[in-house]
């Protein structure tokens, strides 16, 4: 099996910063950003020990396939992608919430619930709905940008209250993530999927808002395959998705839900396969393209190479 990037670990002339997130790997210039899509894995805000190769290409490839595809949309960070394992942009200055959108009552949603709570981020949910049942119309369900540990659901009252986002960026903010999901909806339906849930993040740059981060990918959305979903529903039956939901329902059923306490399951070869094949499975559905997996050999110095030609 081929070993995937855990890290990258760079020092590039005119570099002011670096920043090592749950996933990317980032180099801080002094007015872009070199983003590095590793092949580490995270669920519960935990990263687990072992990276799945190939899913840095998947998710940087993804995301600039939908950055690209809605920058008439929604204004956004990128200048290039100069490898698969790379995007390069503006610096911007991030908004400290990520704007969570919904379509059907899945994952966080659905378990909070089931739970018996009717309300989430000051949403009112409706009586009677089932798990994966489309909502009567896609709802923003705000978290709070952790630079450690857990994100946190938090209301547009409680940002607006607390001053994270002033009102009239708030209100751009949801009208940007609507028009997004609308159209990574139809972009999905074109190619047989439903778009269930995503988050956008956004920032600043020159008092303008820019779509910044990755979009539509499996680290950040949730889709089901469109056909056999109504049957699927009317039988009670788990939706055949594509999704990281399947990792955190692996965690879940051997004990961990990245409580104090809990251990890690060891992930074999043979999970970090499906994994892998999963990532890549939604790739090819979502863009229509044949994934070409990159050599994973001298890989650390293809990406510094890639940085250090267009920055």
């Known amino acids: 099996m081929s070993k995937g990037i855990r890290e990258t670990n760079f020092n590039f002339s005119g570099q002011v910063g670096f920043y090592r997130g749950k996933v990317r790997d980032v180099y801080i210039f002094p007015d872009k950003l070199a983003v590095v899509a590793s092949d580490?894995?995270?669920?519960?805000?935990?990263?687990?020990?072992?990276?799945?190769?190939?899913?840095?290409?998947?998710l940087n490839q993804i995301a600039y396939h939908f950055l690209d595809a809605t920058?008439?949309?929604?204004?956004?960070?990128?200048?290039?992608?100069?490898d698969p394992n790379v995007t390069i942009g503006h610096r911007c200055e991030p908004f400290k919430v990520e704007m969570v959108i919904r379509g059907y009552l899945a994952g966080h949603a659905w378990r909070t619930y089931r739970s018996g709570k009717r309300e989430l981020c000051g949403v009112t949910l409706p009586e009677g709905l089932n798990e994966n049942d489309p909502l009567p119309?896609?709802?923003?369900?705000?978290?709070t940008k952790a630079d450690e540990g857990h994100d946190e659901d938090?209301?547009?009252?409680?940002?607006?209250?607390?001053?994270?986002?002033?009102?009239g960026d708030y209100e751009q903010l949801e009208v940007y993530t609507q028009a997004l999901f609308a159209e990574g909806s139809k972009m999905a339906n074109e190619k047989g999927l439903i778009l269930v849930d995503t988050k956008y993040e956004f920032g600043k740059r020159g008092g303008?808002?820019?779509?910044?981060?990755?979009?539509?990918?499996?680290?950040?959305?949730?889709?089901?395959?469109?056909?056999?979903?109504?049957?699927?529903?009317?039988?009670?039956?788990?939706q055949k998705q594509l999704s990281k939901e399947f990792?955190?329902?692996?965690?879940?059923?051997?004990?961990?839900?990245?409580?104090?306490?809990?251990?890690?399951?060891?992930?074999?070869?043979?999970?970090?396969t499906d994994?892998?094949?999963?990532y890549i499975?939604?790739?090819?559905?979502?863009?229509?393209?044949?994934?070409?997996k990159q050599n994973l050999e001298d890989v650390e110095d293809r990406i510094k190479n890639s940085i250090i030609s267009n920055i």
């Open 275 to 278: 994994i892998s094949d999963r």
């Open 137 to 143: 119309f896609p709802i923003i369900t705000p978290t």
């Open 40 to 58: 580490r894995i995270s669920a519960f805000d935990v990263v687990l020990p072992k990276p799945i190769p190939y899913k840095g290409q998947v």
């Open 154 to 167: 938090i209301s547009k009252a409680d940002i607006l209250a607390k001053g994270i986002v002033s009102p």
């Open 208 to 238: 303008q808002i820019l779509l910044i981060d990755e979009i539509h990918t499996p680290d950040s959305s949730r889709y089901f395959y469109a056909e056999g979903y109504q049957e699927r529903q009317k039988r009670g039956e788990a």
């Open 281 to 292: 499975e939604l790739y090819e559905n979502i863009t229509g393209k044949k994934f070409v």
């Open 71 to 82: 920058k008439k949309v929604v204004p956004n960070w990128v200048l290039s992608s100069p």
């Open 247 to 272: 990792v955190r329902q692996w965690l879940i059923s051997n004990g961990f839900q990245g409580l104090d306490g809990q251990k890690i399951p060891e992930m074999s070869d043979e999970i970090i």
